[in-house]
């Protein structure tokens, strides 16, 4: 069986790192939604149909494998919680696991508007994430999203049964990651980092 952890936030609210320091901690597999927006970019061009489809069936056959091969999984994503669409598709994928015998937990990150402008513009995001190397467009991305979507969830919103929320404006990626361990109890897997994080 498999678990899978979504850390859910807006734009540069700090998803990959807190993923980064969870991933480290529990010695599970990571996959950030930007690993298959990147590759289908590059392969199919920025918003294709073909590219929207790829980055699709990287996204699920992932999923699948990790089921299948028992590998415990942290998946970032940006969710619009307006949008029913996207609570089907969070639920498809609770279903998927839970069916299966694992545990989902999913983590939402909220910080200051302040602070993700910041976060935007950091080394390692522009290091990771190809497509937001352009800040003038990045900058203008997140904006345009925070006042066309509801990035986080309303006050008393609960999704799922394991639903953190955290606003981490004023924490350290590794206090985030320890804050979730100890509120789901996760104990660390018992694998070799080239098992988890290799080349990394």
């Not at 609210?13 to 010695?27: I, P």
């Not at 996760?186 to 988890?196: G, H, M, S």
């Amino acid at each position: 069986m498999a678990d899978l952890i979504v850390v859910c936030g807006p734009q540069a609210v700090g998803k990959m790192t807190v993923a980064e320091s969870l991933r480290d901690k529990l010695k599970y597999n990571m996959m950030m939604n930007h690993d298959s927006i990147e590759l289908s970019d590059r392969i199919f061009g920025f918003g294709t149909p073909a590219q929207r489809a790829f980055n699709e069936a990287i996204r699920k056959s992932a999923f699948d494998l990790a089921v299948q091969h028992g590998v415990d999984l942290i998946f970032t994503y940006v969710c619009a919680f307006e949008m029913q669409e996207e609570r089907d598709y969070l639920t498809v994928l609770h279903d998927l696991f839970t069916g299966h015998g694992g545990r989902f937990y999913f983590v939402e990150l909220s910080a200051s508007l302040d602070a993700r402008l910041e976060r935007n513009e950091t080394p390692h995001r522009m290091e990771r994430k190809a497509s937001k190397r352009d800040v003038t467009w990045s900058r203008r991305n997140l904006l345009e999203d925070a006042r066309a979507h509801r990035l986080n969830s309303e006050e008393g919103e609960v999704w799922f049964q394991h639903h953190l929320k955290i606003d981490n404006t004023d924490l350290t990626p590794d206090e985030v990651a320890d804050r979730i361990i100890e509120a789901f109890g996760l104990v660390p897997n018992e694998k070799e980092a080239w098992e988890y994080r290799y080349g990394v």
